[in-house]
């Protein structure tokens, strides 16, 4: 698989709320930040509890990236997101993504986005 259908597959198992298969696609040494989130999240055990907890917080979502720019080991996706909160609250937004790879796997993924719309509807203590 090239990166930008691992890209393509990351997004597609996050709409199916597919943990595991998820994980599969990741390093074991991986790394995750997004600023909405303000830490970085290292290793699988915990990329896990991240997805859990992050899917938990919708009662319907989308997304899918718009472009995906490759360079090597390196990528940047633009992304489209559609979800509505479990409280009913409806997010549309657009962010960016840039992932570095070892191999075939995602070593790093860095999400730049407007946290605004989330802070309102998400608990991210």
Do not use: Q
Request: aromatic share 12%.
């Amino acid at each position: 698989m090239n990166h930008a259908d691992t890209i393509n597959a990351f997004f597609r198992l996050f709409d199916d709320e597919d943990v595991d298969a998820l994980l599969e696609l990741f390093a074991d040494d991986c790394s995750f930040s997004m600023i909405l989130y303000e830490r970085d999240i290292r290793g699988k055990t915990e990329l896990r509890a991240f997805f859990e907890e992050h899917i938990s917080n919708w009662s319907e979502h989308r997304e899918w990236a718009t472009s995906i720019v490759v360079d090597g080991d390196a990528a940047a996706s633009e992304l489209h997101f559609e979800g509505i909160l479990k409280n009913g609250r409806k997010i549309v937004m657009d962010n960016l993504n840039v992932w570095d790879f070892a191999g075939e796997k995602i070593e790093r993924i860095r999400v730049y986005a407007d946290t605004a719309p989330f802070r309102d509807g998400i608990d991210v203590a």
